[in-house]
């Protein structure tokens, strides 16, 4: 009675892989969708060139015989069990494993006959980009061109074996699968962010640097400075305080003042009076508003009081500027309605 009791719950057990749901059931739906994309783009010096991204099932003992590529193709393995020879040397698979084939090197896959494999297929190009030397790097991109150097070179010198992947680098398939079901806003740059991070985390396996680089860090004076300067410009129509900036950008009043006065040679009040006065000067030659009018539109909540300051920086009186720029300012609006 208890061999018939085993017996029947021997029948009844699930392999271990199917214990749980299979986080990529979606990928089934068109399990070569991402295929049918021409999915290249530039990282950092590099064109990374996408044959394939894919999720296949490999039926009980199928057998993908000895071949090679001219690229690179990364095997996840994400359910089931199977084996690889790479070149001359055999090797278990299981869930979570992953491994690179790179150019040239002969394989051969087998899945398992009693709990076959699924694979996460990423098959790339990469080929530098040869740029004009003259033109230089575009804005911001220097790191980024380091990082995928790096990246590549891990990549190319990655151990032909099989290895835990640690960093979860197989889930970027389903985030590229997702954008491109879903195809939000931006769904393009999603499904290539998600390629980068593949290749990233699948590099990761493997990085002993002793040294690592960290990201370049600012000039923090100089950066509250602009912060502050920025907020001003931007804010300079209403009342605006010392103690209301430091607030913005987290420093204290005090310590805003030091930073104008080491970084721009100057105070707060007087930034903010120059701002201030050079856009009331633009529209006292460039409009015909009333000067009460243009004084309350750039923070003076008391348009008497822009006369002695303007008076103080110019020494002359708004009225008199305008004045003594309207010719000019006349002569140069003929100019350019000429060439229209």
């Known amino acids: 009675m208890d061999n018939e009791l085993d017996n029947a719950k021997k029948k009844d057990r699930k392999p271990a892989s199917s214990a749980s749901p299979f986080p990529y059931a979606r990928m089934d739906k068109k399990p070569y969708a991402l295929d049918r994309l021409d999915l290249q783009f530039r990282w950092g ?5 996408v044959l394939r991204c894919h999720l296949v099932h490999f039926s009980p003992g199928h057998i993908v ?8 193709e990364f095997h996840f393995i994400p359910k089931g069990k199977g ?3 790479i070149r001359d040397q055999t ?4 869930e979570g494993l992953f491994y690179l084939t790179g150019p040239d090197v002969v394989h051969y896959q087998e ?5 076959p494999m699924d694979e996460l297929c990423l098959h790339c190009d990469f080929a530098l980009i040869d740029d004009n030397p003259e033109t230089g790097l575009n804005w911001g991109d220097a790191l980024e061109v380091e990082e995928a150097k790096e990246c590549i070179a891990a990549i190319r010198a990655m151990p032909g074996m099989p290895m835990a992947d640690r960093f979860n680098a197989m889930n970027g398939f389903l985030e590229a699968y997702r954008a491109w079901e879903e195809q939000p806003l931006g769904y393009y740059t999603q499904i290539k962010q998600a390629i980068v991070q593949i290749l990233l985390r699948s590099v990761r396996v493997f990085d002993n640097r002793s040294v690592q680089r960290g990201i370049p860090e600012r000039d923090m004076n100089f950066h509250r400075y602009q912060m502050a300067t920025q907020y001003i410009r931007d804010n300079e129509s209403m009342p605006i305080s010392l103690e209301q900036v430091a607030d913005r950008i987290n420093v204290s009043p005090r310590q805003l003042q030091r930073i104008f006065r080491s970084e721009g ?3 707060f009040r007087d930034y903010l009076e120059h701002v201030r006065l050079t856009l009331i000067c633009s529209e006292l030659i460039q409009t015909d508003k009333a000067i009460e009018e243009i004084a309350v539109e750039h923070g003076y909540a008391n348009p008497n009081y822009l006369y002695p300051v303007f008076k103080n920086k110019f020494e002359v009186t708004p009225s008199v500027y305008r004045r003594m720029h309207a010719a000019s300012a006349e002569t140069e609006r ?5 060439h229209e």
Not at 91 to 94: I, V
């Open 111 to 115: 899945s398992d006959p009693d709990d």
């Open 83 to 85: 084996k690889v020879i």
């Open 45 to 49: 010096g590099y064109r990374i060139r």
């Open 91 to 94: 090797y278990d698979l299981h």
């Open 65 to 72: 015989n000895f071949h090679k590529h001219s690229e690179f």
């Open 334 to 338: 003929e100019r350019e309605r000429a």
């Open 265 to 267: 040679q100057t105070t």
